[in-house]
């Protein structure tokens, strides 16, 4: 009985999984792209967000939102960064709030694994007005991002803020090669997104356990912000 019972559920997840694509279709990185380019006025990276907004009220998206969007400001513009390292790249669009809110010497490094994605996200970021001087886009893993990390900061730079919105697994292992790295600066803020589902877990417990090294901040819809306090021998 329980086999059938097991069963019965898993058709009528992928029945109804079936239906919610057919009402509103999948996530789809071309169609966001398509919408955005040609609907934004270029140069305007104001209205590169504001079309992205558009498209989200009708067609299903990955990217933050507003609401989220509107936190990762609030952040950005208290830490003024001057090296911002993000983790999922997607269509660009966090890149975009992001970089918008930057200072002269600010500069973002954005890492994205799908390499078509990656070069449809940089497009968006170019339609938006941003020179390669400001941003460079690693298409990638993060784990090999964040292995070559150090290729792209200058001496004695490093991180000011991280925003980790890619593979919520693969963040502690992540956070782990970011403090052997060294490129963490004491005070660097963590923007973490989805971490509070049973995946996040790992992630949360090695920073509950570290309380010298993390300070564990505000958290908005499972999106947490957290202060890398700098290794323990500072302490
Ligand atoms: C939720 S979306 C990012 C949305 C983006 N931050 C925004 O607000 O517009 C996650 C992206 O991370 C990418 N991704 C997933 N795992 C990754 C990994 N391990 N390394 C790099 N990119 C990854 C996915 O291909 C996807 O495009």
Redesign the pocket.
Known sequence: TVRYGTKLLGFCRNLLTQAMNLTQGTVSVNKTHAFVFSNCTHGQADSVLETFHLYNNTYPS???GQVKGDFLDEVVSRVAPRVVL?????????SVRILRLLGPAGRLLT????PE?ADKGEEIILVAGFKHLQFQVLAC??AEAIAGLRTHLSDGQGLDLVLM???VE?YLPDLLALERSGALLPGCVLLVNHILGPEGRPFLEHVQAQPQRYTQRRQLEGMMELTWNGPSELH
């Not at 890492?111 to 799908?114: A, F, I, M, P």
Request: proline share 0%; aromatic share 4%.
């Open positions: 990955l990217c933050i993000e983790l999922g790249m997607h269509c660009g669009y966090s890492v994205e694994k799908d994605t893993v993060s919105d890619h593979s693969q």
